[in-house]
């Protein structure tokens, strides 16, 4: 079967590389046009951002161990994470939660380590929180990556003067209560802080509220952050959960309350066999392989339907979508605990990263940031720890190769494609996405989803002519191929060569079950 999954197609464009595929006499069942000459949106860097919470082995043993730790780290952060951080380029990174957030009183982790109030984490396995790191250290952790700071404010359980200090200590430069306290607590110079949520699923663990209700109470919360010195705060009011549009009709509907913010988050996980019998990170079989994206693609259509709802109010696209929690859930490592969503991550895992990035890349005009959850030992985490051991996951090295399109324009592709079944559902068996850098470079991201079949596919490139083309590659032995902290390069990016450029054609034969990044170069 053959079907295009594109939206658009600019005929016009399209007329000279179908006549180039004709005089080829080339019948392409698997074609991606890319349309060079006429780039569109900007692709925000912070839709390759990441996610931190106070949950399970992510802050505490994963990022932060302390000083007197014998893991090598720079002011308690370990050195390993931190350099394969750096060179993720990791844009931002949201901090503290997730649900903690919605608990989390800031005061309670700044001033002395030792004097710092102890709290028990009642959302994440009701361990004892002993806030060693808080603010100071979370800053200091976006300064060594050189990445932004996203810090998600406590609507559910903090009060609005709570949130309103937390800006001023963070961002102010003038004489006040709060900047002195931070001077004491050692930061002289306010901090810039640009991505603020005012509040994390309020429909859910941030109190359970109703969009009417969370709406009145964020346009009080916001009101009170202040763009102190200079400061521009980007608010993120908090989203729907997954395909709940009357939510962001609530929000959006109202000038008031549109006013109030610069963005709307969005939430969605894919889990496969549902939330009370999650699969295994690493024990599936085909049917999970495919259903897990079959699922992946659902936010294609989940960001269509909240797109839809803030164009009628938003035509002039102003107000960003950013999806900040999205990622395959499973079931947590045997003998782990429970409240930790500790999971191993496979070269499925590989190919779920390729769609949302795929996707998000295709939504840039709406879609202005993006967390994959969450960073470090928790769910889909691009980096896991063992002690004093490190393993970068097949996710990681995905974000490392589709870096290249971070504040790239995205390039108009028309993708046909075979589909891949498995009894009555279909899902495309490519995803793709292009992009054209500042300096005139085009990268396209491919994966095959298929397991047991190499796919080619033919791109005519129109409108600019490219004479050297290079790629990387990831692909795996099985479907569930891990990096163990044994064996910690058995998925991992290769030089590609599966391909030739002729007549402005370019032609990819695709592995099984792979990821592939080409850069084309005039
Ligand atoms: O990422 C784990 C949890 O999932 C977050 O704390 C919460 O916001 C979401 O429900």
Not at 24 to 52: C, E, M, R
Not at 192 to 209: H, I, Y
Not at 238 to 264: S, Y
Request: charged residues 20%.
């Amino acid at each position: 079967m053959k079907k295009s999954y594109s939206l658009f197609l600019v005929l016009m464009l399209l007329a000279g590389s179908e006549s180039i595929a004709q005089k080829n006499n080339q019948l392409t069942v698997n074609q991606l046009v890319v349309v060079a000459n006429h780039p569109g949106a900007v692709i925000s860097k912070d839709i390759y951002g990441h996610f931190s919470e106070h949950l399970g082995t992510c802050i505490y043993g994963g990022i932060w161990v302390g000083l007197n730790s014998k893991i090598p780290n720079t002011y308690g952060i370990r050195n390993d994470v931190l350099f394969a951080l750096r060179e993720l380029k990791v844009p931002n990174l949201r901090w503290p939660g997730g649900c903690f957030a919605d608990t989390y009183h800031w005061k309670d982790g700044i001033g002395p380590q030792s004097g710092r109030a102890s709290i028990v984490n009642t959302y994440w396995g009701g361990v004892t929180e002993d806030n060693s790191f808080g603010t100071h250290e979370f800053m200091k952790l976006t300064e060594l990556i050189g990445c932004e700071a996203y810090i998600n404010g406590n609507v559910g359980s903090g009060t609005v003067r709570e949130m309103a200090e937390w800006v001023e200590y963070l961002t102010s430069g003038s004489d006040s209560p709060m900047t002195r306290l931070r001077k004491e607590n050692g930061r002289e110079e306010p901090w810039k802080v640009r991505l603020f949520a005012v509040g994390n699923e309020n429909w859910g663990c941030g109190g359970n509220m109703t969009a009417g209700f969370y709406g009145n109470i964020m346009r009080q919360f916001s009101t009170n952050l202040n763009n102190y010195s200079g400061n521009q705060l980007y608010r993120v009011a908090c989203g729907p959960n997954g395909t709940d549009v009357q939510w962001t009709e609530e929000l959006m509907k109202d000038p008031g309350t549109r006013a109030m913010f610069q963005g709307i988050s969005l939430h969605y996980y894919s889990v496969v066999n549902g939330w009370e019998s999650k699969g295994s990170a690493t024990k599936f079989d085909e049917r999970e392989w495919f259903e897990t994206f079959r699922l992946n693609f659902e936010i294609d259509n989940i960001i269509r339907s909240h797109e839809a709802v803030m164009d009628r109010y938003d035509p002039g696209k102003t107000k960003g979508l950013i999806v900040d929690e999205w990622g395959n859930w499973f079931a947590v490592e045997p003998g782990t605990n429970p409240g930790f969503l500790y999971q191993q991550n496979t070269m499925r895992d590989a190919i779920t990263a390729a769609i949302h990035l795929n996707i998000f890349n295709q939504h840039a005009d709406r879609v202005k940031g993006a967390n994959i959850a969450q960073i470090v030992n928790v769910l889909q985490s691009v980096i896991l720890t063992k002690d004093d051991k490190m393993v970068l996951t097949p996710t990681y090295h995905v974000f490392r190769m589709f870096s290249v399109h971070q504040n790239a324009r995205l390039l108009n592709i028309d993708l046909t494609c075979e589909s891949y079944t498995k009894g009555e559902k279909e899902i495309p068996s490519v995803t793709a996405s292009a992009s054209v850098d500042n300096e005139g470079k085009v990268h396209i991201s491919l994966a095959n989803l298929n397991p047991g079949k190499e796919i080619t596919v033919t791109c005519p490139i129109v409108g600019e002519t490219y004479k050297k083309v290079s790629g990387e590659l990831l692909t795996s032995p099985e479907m569930n191929s891990f990096n163990s902290f044994e064996k910690p390069d058995v998925v991992k990016p290769v030089g590609f060569t599966g391909y030739t450029l002729k007549g402005g054609i370019l032609t990819v034969n695709m592995p099984s079950k792979s990821v592939v990044v080409l850069e084309l170069v005039k």
